[in-house]
C-alpha cells in the first residue's frame, strides 16, 4: 500500500509538473497535524548509506503552528530536521555516535514560506534558513545506516508516533553533494 501511495504521488507531481494549468502553490504536501497525516517512503541506500560523508537536506515549509517540536524530515536514526519552538534544528548520527539535536537559533515563523536546509560533509553541520548560513556544529563520521523509512510531517521512534506536522511543506531535496557554504546561496 505504501508503495502505491509513493507511485501516485509522484505520478500526480509529475504530470502537474508538466501542465501549465496546476497552480503551483497548491502542489504543496498538506499535513492536517494528526497521526495519519504525513508521506512515507521505503528505505532506500540512496537515502542514507549512499549519502555517506556529504549531503544536503532541505525544503520549504510553510508551518500553520510552530510551538512544541514539529517534524519537517525524518529518516529516524541518520538525520532530521524539525522546527522546535519557531527556531529550525536538526540531527544527524553517523554510525557509532550519539543522537543530538543541534539548534540553528533561525526563526520559521508561520503561515509564511520558509526555505531550510542543513548540509553535513562528515566533520561539520552547517544550517540555513532563507539562504542565510545560521551556524556550524562538530560532528564526525560517517552517516549511520538506518533501517527505518523516510518520512514527512512525523516522527516514529520506539513505536511511538510523535513531533507531528500541521502545514506545508514542498521541494523537500536530498542531495549526495554540499549545496550550500557559509557564504550562503
Not at 548560513?133 to 516522527?155: H, M, Q, W, Y
Request: proline share 3%; aromatic share 12%.
Amino acid at each position: 500500500m505504501k508503495k502505491f501511495k509513493f507511485a501516485t504521488l509522484a505520478l500526480f507531481v509529475s504530470v502537474c509538473a508538466l501542465t501549465q494549468i496546476c497552480d503551483a502553490a497548491q502542489m504543496a504536501l498538506k499535513l492536517e497535524g494528526d497521526p495519519e497525516s504525513f508521506f512515507e517512503a521505503p528505505d532506500h541506500s540512496s537515502l542514507d548509506t549512499d549519502l555517506s560523508t556529504a549531503f544536503t537536506v532541505e525544503a520549504w515549509v510553510n508551518p500553520a503552528i510552530n510551538t512544541g517540536e514539529n517534524m519537517l524530515l525524518n529518516k529516524e536514526d541518520a538525520y532530521e530536521i524539525s522546527v522546535l519552538n519557531e527556531t529550525f534544528q536538526t540531527a544527524i548520527q553517523p554510525r557509532g555516535a550519539g543522537w543530538e539535536w543541534w539548534n540553528s537559533e533561525g526563526m520559521v515563523p508561520i503561515n509564511s514560506w520558509t526555505h531550510v536546509a542543513v548540509t553535513w560533509d562528515g566533520s561539520k553541520i552547517r544550517t540555513f534558513v532563507n539562504g542565510k548560513f545560521l551556524k556550524a556544529f562538530d560532528k564526525a563520521g560517517v552517516l549511520n545506516d538506518s533501517p527505518d523509512t523516510f518520512k514527512v510531517g512525523r516522527r516514529t521512534r520506539g513505536g511511538d508516533t510523535h513531533s507531528i506536522y500541521t502545514g506545508l511543506i514542498d521541494e523537500v531535496r536530498i542531495s549526495k553533494v554540499l549545496r550550500y557554504t557559509e557564504a550562503g546561496f
